[in-house]
Every structure is written in structure tokens, then in C-alpha cells.
């Protein structure tokens, strides 16, 4: 979790942000690539594609916070989109998790280095039924970015819970090195799955 801190704003906004980030990325650990694929649930969801769509979504917000303007929404950009929450024969959830960090990490950086009094031009958002630009401050669409990730990483770690009863914060605890205690016990990926040791 962010802890308790007498941070300024844009500082909480990217800590917030990462801790979200943190979850999805701990959530493949341990996995071999075919449970990382798989959609125990419901939904067609699963944990490799959240993290390739993550990226996705963190390559989009970067472009937006950098003022590069948004692709426009049309036929190409909605199946690009709908593409985004499955891996294909060709990725690897490796492959896919090298990509997130690097999103994750242009990201970060371009957050920090924003305004979010700044005033912002939020694109249209036809999918919630907004058709047009909308005024606003950069602050609404920084804080809907961190809406969005935590959407991603509760779906991360349910269907990582359907997988193996792993919860993801119990990966991400792992992940930064937290000794064992009475309420946690580190986890061990084991040989040969994703983010063991080789």
C-alpha cells in the first residue's frame, strides 16, 4: 500500500498510481505461461492479457499527460483496444511484462512532471457515453487513470485467486522483500514458472 506520508499532490497521485502498477505486475509470479493465459472466470480475462492491456492503457495515458495528442477513435483504434486484453501466439507473457515496464516507467516519469491544475481537453469517451471533448483539469484524467489501474488490479489478482489461491497482494509483500511475519508468509515461484529464478 502507499503509506501514510506528507507528500504533495503530484507525488500522491504517483504513488498511488504505482501501487496499483505494482499489483498487476506482481500477479503473473509463478505462473508458467499457460496459467498466466488462461480465463478461469467468466470474463475472457487473464492475467498475462491485463498486463499487455495495462501497457497499453499506460502508452495512451503517457501520450495524453505529454500532450501528444490520442489516436482517433475509430474502426483501427477500437480493435486495437479489443486486441489489447489477449496475448497472441507470436507474444510471450515475458515479452509482454518487459513492455509494461517500460510503459510503466515512461509513465511514471510523465506524471510527475505534471500540473494537475493544468487545464486539460479530455477526449471524447464514447464507451461511457461522452461524445465530445470535455473541458476539465489534468487532475480529472490523472485521477482516472488510477481509477482504471485499480479496476485492472482487482481483476488481476481474482483471477489469479481462481488460479491458485494466491492473493496479489501476497505477491507484490514477496516482490519487495517484506520478511515473513504473523499475518504474511513470502511466496516461492516455483522452478521454471514466470519471475522464478533460472
Same mark, same amino acid.
Given at each position: ?31 508458467? #505461461? ?11 480475462? *487473464? ?85 465530445? *471533448? ?13 481509477? #482504471? ?50
Amino acid at each position: 500500500m502507499y503509506a501514510p506520508a506528507p507528500h504533495d499532490e503530484i507525488t500522491g497521485l504517483v504513488s498511488y498510481l504505482d501501487v496499483q502498477l505494482s499489483a498487476i505486475r506482481a500477479a503473473p509470479l509463478g505462473l508458467t #505461461e499457460e496459467q498466466a493465459r488462461a480465463t478461469p472466470c467468466r470474463s475472457a480475462l *487473464s492475467v498475462g492479457g491485463i498486463v499487455k492491456h495495462t501497457a497499453y492503457g499506460l502508452r495512451g495515458a503517457t501520450a495524453t499527460v505529454l500532450a501528444e495528442g490520442r489516436e482517433e477513435i475509430d474502426g483501427a483504434a477500437y480493435a486495437a483496444h479489443a486486441a489489447s486484453f489477449a496475448l497472441t501466439d507470436q507474444e510471450s507473457v515475458d515479452g509482454v511484462l518487459a513492455e509494461f515496464d517500460a510503459a510503466r516507467e515512461a509513465c511514471l516519469e510523465a506524471v510527475a512532471a505534471a500540473d494537475p491544475d493544468a487545464d486539460f481537453l479530455a477526449p471524447p469517451a464514447p464507451w461511457f457515453g461522452i461524445f465530445q *471533448s470535455q473541458p476539465a483539469k489534468l487532475r480529472y484524467f490523472l485521477v482516472h487513470q488510477i481509477e #482504471e489501474t485499480a479496476r485492472h488490479a482487482g481483476h488481476a489478482d481474482i483471477i489469479r485467486e481462481q488460479l491458485d489461491g494466491v492473493s496479489v497482494p501476497a505477491l507484490v509483500l514477496t516482490l519487495e522483500g517484506v520478511p515473513a511475519n504473523d499475518f504474511f508468509q513470502p511466496y516461492v515461484p516455483g522452478p521454471g514458472t514466470i519471475g522464478a529464478e533460472r
